[in-house]
């Protein structure tokens, strides 16, 4: 149900012109946002296979276009981006060559894909880890998203940049 303080939140097709404006609940979960905005979302942008990111996350030398997706989670919007939602959002293809990623990809030498499971050094769960800071250390992909969202964009073990 849409609360009387929804917000008007900007959606744009990465690298394209590409947008839509939807009314978002600021007490909604994320998980209740990306289930109610993903049927508007495939209708607006024709496409059923998508990823929700948070436009304006910076990492140097990667556009925010190729940030980490959000994250199904119950965490409440308005924790994250107040009340007053002040967020946009760019909708990234799944499976779409964008000639802007492949340029970015032949760039940066960084290993992305999982390289083994075991205990991450920041939260200590065992899980799937990544190297994704271009040293050998490995964190799982919430730690390194929840570092990215504080624009700490270096190794937090090493301090690798």
């Not at 909604?28 to 304006?56: K, L």
């Amino acid at each position: 149900m849409m609360s009387a303080l929804s917000r008007q939140v900007n959606f744009k097709e990465v690298w394209t012109t590409n947008i839509c404006q939807l009314q978002i609940d600021p007490y909604w979960t994320m998980r209740q946002f990306i289930e109610t905005i993903s049927p508007v979302i495939s209708r607006e942008f024709n496409t059923n296979d998508f990823d929700i990111v948070e436009a304006g996350q910076y990492t140097p030398g990667i556009p925010s276009e190729a940030a980490p997706a959000i994250q199904i989670t119950d965490m409440i919007l308005k924790e994250k981006w107040n009340a007053e939602l002040n967020v946009s959002f760019y909708v990234r293809r799944r499976n779409f060559d964008y000639l802007q990623l492949q340029n970015l990809n032949t760039r940066r030498n960084v290993n992305t894909a999982p390289i083994s499971t075991g205990d991450c050094p920041i939260c200590l769960e065992t899980v799937q880890l990544i190297s994704r800071n271009g040293c050998s250390h490995s964190v799982c992909s919430d730690c390194h998203r929840r570092c990215q969202q504080v624009n700490y964009t270096i190794c937090p073990l090493c301090r690798h940049i």
